[in-house]
């Protein structure tokens, strides 16, 4: 057993985190390093090396045409595919470059940065080389100020970015001690959980900030859904929909700051209508959509009120149901999740929680979106909330594996 240890020891031919040797000055900008751990003349079919990048340093923009695999395992850097924006990259990502995408990679302007490049099907690559990364595009990035300043990861740098790209905190200034510790949890820690779209993400928090009454953050969050692709449309019903669950007394500031945020960014109101019922059939139609969410107990519900509560069913399934679930703009299993989300941040609402769990089930949505949806909201709404929803989840949708 030694004996074969100290064979393969004696044979390793080559120690990765071996800087290597400068890499040609017309294909980079700045000091790199190139170490060549698989070279094609060996038999195999790739050619796979590490690369150490200064600060500031970067390839200059390049193609291949079989593609390439880059392994961060070092520091912070940029990657850039053509005509995107520059993406931050940190030990433990991995970039899949496409086959034939002009691109470039290089370090951040505070930290060195090493990856492990590979291209697979090294017989069919050619890689083209193209002119140097000018300092303009290079600068391009917001990134080093948050480097310097905060001691922010670089996924919780990334994520705030891409939700108020032009955007620099006040209270970074003020309370740097806070905004650590918040933006590593909420913006790297918390979205880093699940794969959670990041438009839903947006629309589902806005929804909890209706809820929480918290207008300040609600505008922080109606421009960042703006920002990364979420329409007028669903942040209107997002807020017609609170009406029926959190009342319109609590809308109404809401509803107003939306139509000053649209105004500033040129947005004309009233928005197209989305209604889909008139008074003539908001009830037949409402009470088909709440049967779709709360299943056959729709009879029963309707069978056990006592006479004089009658007309509350029937509002249920006239107004909340026919007046606002069935409009257009936002899909069922997105309402069902908004509802949620209401309820979450509303608190005191375990009995409709529990309803609106099954109601999730009942259109597709499953105990890990739901789960997803109760992560993603931790942040703004606090672990008491929090810690009462995952209860009803257990309760209603019990987990497969305990
Ligand atoms: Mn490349």
């Known amino acids: 057993m030694l004996q074969n240890i100290e064979k393969t020891q004696e044979d390793l031919p080559t120690l990765f985190l071996d800087k290597g040797d400068a890499a040609p000055k017309e294909w980079f900008t700045g000091t790199v390093w190139v170490n060549i751990n698989v070279k094609p003349d060996e038999g195999y079919n790739a050619n796979i090396g590490t690369v150490t990048f200064e600060p500031k340093a970067r390839t200059n923009w390049h193609s291949h ?17 053509v005509g995107k924006p520059i993406q931050l990259i940190q030990k433990g990502d991995v970039v899949k470059i496409p086959k034939g995408v002009k691109h470039w990679h290089g370090a951040s302007h505070q930290s060195q940065m090493r990856h492990i490049a590979m291209i697979t099907e090294y017989d069919k690559d050619k890689t083209e080389w ?28 990334m994520n705030h970015e891409q939700l108020w790209p032009e955007y620099i905190s006040k209270a970074k200034e003020t309370d740097p001690d806070l905004i650590e510790v918040f933006d590593n949890f909420a913006f790297d820690e918390v979205i880093s959980h699940d794969k959670m779209d990041v438009k839903l993400r947006t629309l589902l928090i806005m929804a909890s900030n209706i809820a929480s009454q918290s207008l300040t953050e609600y505008k922080m969050f109606t421009n960042a859904a703006l920002n990364v692709g979420v329409t007028p449309v669903e942040i209107k019903e997002v807020l017609y929909q609170a009406v029926p669950y959190v009342g319109i007394a609590k809308v109404i500031d809401f509803i107003y700051a939306t139509n000053e945020i649209f105004k500033e960014r040129n947005i004309a109101l009233p928005l197209e209508s989305q209604a889909t019922t008139t008074p003539e059939t908001r009830f037949e139609k409402g009470y088909a959509k709440q049967k779709e969410v709360v299943g056959d107990k729709i009879e029963g519900m309707y069978k056990n009120s006592p006479k004089d509560l009658l007309h509350i069913q029937r509002y249920l399934s006239a107004n909340c149901f026919g007046d606002y679930i069935t409009r257009n703009g936002l899909n069922i299993q997105t309402r069902e999740m908004v509802t949620l989300s209401f309820l979450i941040a509303l608190g005191g609402t375990e009995s409709q929680i529990k309803g609106h769990i099954q109601g999730n089930a009942n259109v597709g949505n499953s105990r890990q979106d739901l789960i997803n949806v109760m992560t993603q909201l931790l942040p703004y709404v606090g672990y008491p909330r929090t810690l009462n929803a ?8 019990p987990s497969e594996q305990n």
């Open 390 to 397: 995952i209860n009803c989840l257990n309760e209603i949708l």
């Open 65 to 81: 045409t079989s593609g390439q695999i880059l392994f961060v395992i070092e520091g912070l850097g940029y990657y850039q595919e």
């Open 130 to 157: 193209f002119e140097p990364v000018s300092d303009t595009d290079y600068n391009s990035f917001k990134a080093p100020v948050y480097e310097v300043e905060n001691n922010l990861s670089a996924k919780a740098i």
